[in-house]
C-alpha cells in the first residue's frame, strides 16, 4: 500500500464541487479509505461527488494505479456555517 503526503490531494480542491479535504486511511479494517468533507446541503450529491473524486484521484495518481473504488457512502452534517452570512 502506498504511502499518500497530506497535500497530495490538493489538486482536487477548489474545482467548483465543494471538496475541502481529502484524507487517507489506509489502514482501516474495511480497506483503503479515502475521507471527504464536501460543503453541500444534499446527501445526494455529496455521494455522487466523492465517488466521482475518488475515481480521479485513483487515475490521476500513479502510487493508486491498480486500486479500485467500489463505493461511496456520506453523511449530512449541517453545521451554522452553511447559512451565515
Do not use: C, N, Y
Request: charged letters at 20%; aromatic letters at 10%.
Amino acid at each position: 500500500m502506498p504511502s499518500i503526503a497530506s497535500g497530495a490531494f490538493s489538486p482536487f480542491f477548489g474545482r467548483g464541487d465543494g471538496v475541502e479535504h481529502i484524507s487517507a486511511h489506509l489502514d482501516a479494517p474495511e480497506g483503503p479509505t479515502l475521507g471527504f468533507f464536501i460543503v453541500s446541503s444534499d446527501l445526494a450529491a455529496a455521494e455522487e461527488t466523492a465517488f466521482h473524486v475518488s475515481r480521479q484521484v485513483v487515475a490521476e495518481r500513479a502510487d493508486l494505479q491498480g486500486f479500485t473504488v467500489v463505493s461511496s457512502k456520506a453523511t449530512l452534517a449541517p453545521g451554522p456555517w452553511w447559512d451565515e452570512e
